[in-house]
């Protein structure tokens, strides 16, 4: 199973002298949904997903006016199963399993107002937000096990105004590159994570005030390479994780 989910967006909105809004929501992005269901592979199993997200959100007035330029994602994934109570979702792989996910997501928020008020916000807000390479309930694979999961995050959020207030904010999220609540291996493993996260954002006014944000203050919000509650291994296993 191969897939990929990319988007490519942009949303401009400009006036000389009303307010301008523009606003970019890519709701829920996976490459992969194996569902809540147990799946058995009597054989070898090759998975790779990966979404892809590119934005540019801008919001432009000339004279007076207000504008506001914003831009989220409710959740993305490259490889994800569904945590539904009583289910007993499981992927189970007789052979060799090789499992591959990824998101990489890259926003730029702008906006700029000579004489009104501006405010631009990325990232995504509120509770239940996040970010997977790969998230699994339970995979038991018999053989032989390599799996990789992946996050890479970049946004840039700018706000500009000569006589108005300036508020420029990047909200936090769950990104985790390897989440897997049980996992066990009869084979040799290989398991690597990795998370990256770069984030700038500048508010710059003359003459009001100017408001820059990084985060939020969501309750056990992660930001993790690799995320297991279990792992259990019958044989050689490597794990490698960074966060960066």
Excluded: C, H, P, W
Aim: hydrophobic fraction near 35%; glycine fraction near 12%; charged fraction near 15%.
């Amino acid at each position: 199973i191969s897939a990929e989910s990319a988007f490519s967006s942009t949303a401009d909105a400009s006036t000389t002298s009303g307010t301008a809004s523009a606003v970019d929501n890519f709701g829920v992005v996976d490459a992969v949904q194996l569902g809540d269901s147990t799946i058995n592979v009597d054989g070898d199993s090759t998975i790779s997903g990966s979404v892809n997200l590119s934005s540019r959100t801008n919001a432009v007035n000339v004279s007076g006016g207000n504008v506001s330029a914003g831009s989220d994602v409710e959740s993305s994934s490259g490889i994800n199963q569904d945590n539904t109570q009583g289910k007993g979702t499981e992927l189970s792989i007789q052979g060799d399993a090789s499992l591959t996910g990824a998101v990489n997501s890259n926003k730029t928020v702008t906006a700029e107002s000579t004489e009104g008020n501006a405010t631009a916000t990325t990232g995504a807000i509120g509770v239940g937000a996040n970010q997977f390479g790969i998230d699994l309930q339970s995979l038991i694979v018999e053989g032989n096990a390599n799996l990789t999961g992946q996050v890479s995050n970049n946004e840039t959020t700018t706000t500009e105004s000569t006589k108005g207030d300036t508020t420029s904010i990047a909200f936090g999220t769950d990104r985790i590159g390897l989440q897997a609540y049980s996992l066990e291996t009869k084979g040799e493993a290989t398991i690597k994570a990795t998370n990256s996260s770069s984030n700038e954002v500048s508010a710059g006014t003359t003459q009001g005030d100017a408001f820059a944000v990084l985060g939020n203050d969501v309750a056990a919000m992660r930001n993790i390479a690799m995320d297991n509650s279990v792992i259990k291994s019958g044989n050689d296993t490597t794990i490698t994780a960074a966060t960066f």
